[in-house]
């Protein structure tokens, strides 16, 4: 097994201590019962879960053990907190951009996504300009030494924009499908441009449904 490869609960859990590095530094590390509640938000997260502490707790132990994640223990505090040693950090070989390490935390805690998702998504992590930056960001994840990080998914009907996904969860199999290719070329671009507006309009919606949400404690 590589350094590297991970399972989805384990993938969930540095997705979480990477994403509350970034959005709330002064909560970080977690402990193990903020970890669940990371987990297991309802809104920011795809799919949704509910993991147990003992199945955080049982995931953390194997991460700590694997150098990925490390126990702090604060003087003024009992409760153990943890924080992420997965990438950026002296005892890791992997060093991220703010744009990369923005799209692998948002695959990590939301799954497979287009480019378009992961720009109306990444405000709190990153701040993409433009959709040709996330698209740099990924080739960059695909060109890396050592990668690919992410790679492409089949297109699916009706979509201008290929799904991305991680590559370091080794409990996804996914296989290209012969019949539905990243390049493969669209007809009826006017309508398909129609829907990919109205898919953005939905996703900053949700996003901002979202926010409201975890700002009012829901």
Known sequence: MSYYDINQIEMRIIGCLIEKEITTPDQYPLSVNALVNACNQK???????????LEIQDAVDEL??????????????????????FC????????????ELAIVCLLFVRGAQTPGELRSRSGRLHNFQNREEVESALKALQDKTGGPY???????????????QECFCSEYNTELSPRIQPNQPVDDEPLLARIEALEELVLNLSERIAQLEN???L
């Open 64 to 85: 700590v053990e694997r150098g990925l994640v490390t126990q702090v223990s604060a003087s003024h505090s009992r409760v153990s907190k943890y924080q992420h040693r």
């Open 88 to 99: 950026n950090t002296e005892f890791s070989d992997l060093q991220l951009s703010q744009a």
């Open 150 to 164: 992410v790679q492409a998914l089949p297109r699916e009907p009706g979509k201008r924009e290929s799904r991305y």
């Open 215 to 217: 700002a009012s404690g």
């Open 43 to 53: 809104s920011s997260r795809e799919p949704v879960t509910s993991y147990t502490e």
